[in-house]
C-alpha cells in the first residue's frame, strides 16, 4: 500500500460512483493504471465492495438498537442460523468475555423489535439498547495505512 493506493482509497470513500477517468485525473495518472491499482486493491480485498448508504429512518425503519446476545448452552449453532435468517440484523460481530454476541438491528417499529428479540429468546439471553442519536459515522483513516 503505497500514497497512491491511500489517495485512491480517500476518493472512493468520497464518491464511489465516479468514474475511473475522473479519478485518474484526481490522482494523476492514465485511466488504464488507475483502473490497475483499484483492480488489485479489490483483488486484495482492501475495498470489498461499492455500497449506497441509506437512511434507515428515512426508509421507515424509526428502532436502531444494539443487542448483547449470549447463546444458551448448545444453541450457538442455532442462534448463528436466527442472525443469518433476520434481515433486520445489519451486523454482528463475536465478542471475547461473557456476552457471545453483538448485534447491530434495525426494526421499522417497536412492535417488529419485539418479534425480533422474542425470536432469539429459543436460543439465547438478550441486553437491548436503544439508539437514540449517532455521534459519529466516520469512514475508514485512509493516513493510517
Known amino acids: 500500500m503505497d500514497t497512491t493506493d491511500r489517495r485512491i482509497l480517500r476518493v472512493l470513500q468520497q464518491d464511489a ?24 486493491l479489490e483483488e486484495q480485498q482492501i475495498i470489498r465492495g461499492y455500497h449506497a448508504d441509506i437512511n434507515a ?17 448448545g444453541a450457538e449453532e442455532s442462534l448463528y442460523r436466527l442472525i443469518e435468517d433476520r ?13 457471545g454476541l453483538l448485534l447491530r438491528v434495525i426494526c421499522k417499529d417497536m412492535a417488529s423489535f419485539e418479534a425480533l428479540v422474542e425470536s432469539f429468546q429459543q436460543a439465547a439471553t438478550t441486553e437491548s439498547y436503544f439508539c437514540l442519536h449517532q455521534r459519529k459515522d466516520t469512514q475508514f483513516p485512509v493516513e493510517d495505512l
Open 17 to 40: 460512483r465516479i468514474t475511473m477517468t475522473a479519478l485518474a485525473e484526481q490522482i494523476s495518472m492514465s485511466v488504464p493504471a488507475a483502473a490497475e491499482r483499484v483492480h488489485r
Open 57 to 73: 429512518a428515512a426508509a421507515g425503519y424509526e428502532i436502531e438498537a444494539v443487542v448483547l446476545a449470549t447463546a444458551h448452552a
Open 87 to 99: 434481515p433486520e440484523v445489519m451486523a454482528a460481530w463475536d465478542l471475547a468475555g461473557r456476552t
